[in-house]
């Protein structure tokens, strides 16, 4: 399925979930971030969490939410509160026609850091190196990177997105980027941007 997409002439809108049960990083279309804590447990922590995403999904109104895919090698009782968060979200984002993204998580090393086995401190250290600034945790840093990524892709030309080198940008190659009508990404290969 091809969709739609207002504006792309003028620019993506791109707003990136890190999701996490303890801290979910966000980074909105103007690239700013923030982290959702809660002290809440169980279907409480998870609705809160969706509650404050759409929140800021409604204020910011983007064209594509880029969301970090699953972890599959996490274990432990948290990887299924994880993943029913996880599928809460992207629920309800398709129930709400907000198109989306899965950028699974060597992807997203791999643009970061040029590995795709990066361990999420080094990927905090390239995010503040090439954001230029300090992110309040790796939540945070990772949304940015995964808005950066959704950028590359879909709005290259976009003042906020960051050069980066053709060893990062093949992280880029695996998603699975949704089609959207009268867009025709870029080819990865070749040149720093």
Same mark, same amino acid.
């Given at each position: /399925?091809?969709? =739609?997409?207002? #504006?792309?002439?003028? #620019? /993506?809108?791109?707003?990136?979930? @890190?999701?996490?049960?303890?801290?979910?990083?966000?980074?909105? +279309?103007?690239?700013?971030?923030?982290?959702?804590?809660?002290?809440?447990?169980?279907?409480?922590?998870?609705?809160?969490?969706?509650?404050?995403?759409? !929140?800021?999904?409604?204020?910011?109104?983007?064209?594509?939410?880029?969301? !970090?895919?699953?972890?599959?090698?996490?274990?432990?009782?948290?990887?299924? =509160?994880?993943?029913?968060?996880?599928?809460?979200?992207?629920?309800?984002?398709?129930? %709400?026609?907000?198109?989306?993204?899965?950028?699974?998580?060597?992807?997203?090393?791999?643009?970061?850091?040029?590995?795709? %086995?990066? $361990?999420? &401190?080094?990927?905090?250290?390239?995010?503040?190196?090439?954001?230029?600034?300090?992110?309040? @945790?790796?939540?945070?840093? &990772?949304?940015?990177?995964?808005?950066?990524?959704?950028?590359?892709?879909?709005?290259?030309?976009?003042?906020?997105?960051?050069? /980066? +080198?053709?060893?990062?940008?093949?992280?880029?190659?695996?998603? &699975?980027? $949704? !089609?959207?009508?009268?867009?025709? $990404? +870029?080819?990865?290969? #070749?040149?720093?941007?």
């Amino acid at each position: /399925m091809v969709a =739609s997409l207002v #504006g792309v002439g003028e #620019g /993506m809108k791109a707003l990136a979930l @890190d999701l996490s049960l303890t801290g979910t990083g966000i980074c909105t +279309p103007d690239g700013r971030t923030l982290t959702i804590h809660t002290k809440l447990r169980g279907l409480e922590r998870i609705g809160r969490i969706r509650s404050d995403i759409f !929140e800021t999904l409604t204020a910011h109104r983007p064209g594509i939410v880029a969301i !970090e895919g699953y972890s599959y090698a996490s274990k432990g009782r948290s990887s299924i =509160s994880l993943g029913e968060l996880g599928g809460v979200i992207r629920w309800e984002l398709w129930r %709400n026609h907000w198109l989306y993204v899965d950028i699974p998580p060597a992807c997203r090393a791999k643009y970061a850091t040029g590995r795709g %086995n990066a $361990p999420k &401190d080094l990927v905090l250290q390239h995010a503040c190196t090439r954001a230029g600034r300090v992110f309040e @945790d790796n939540n945070q840093a &990772d949304a940015w990177w995964l808005h950066q990524m959704a950028l590359a892709h879909y709005a290259p030309d976009d003042p906020l997105c960051v050069s /980066m +080198p053709v060893v990062n940008r093949r992280g880029l190659a695996g998603v &699975d980027w $949704p !089609e959207i009508a009268g867009f025709d $990404p +870029p080819p990865y290969q #070749g040149g720093t941007k």
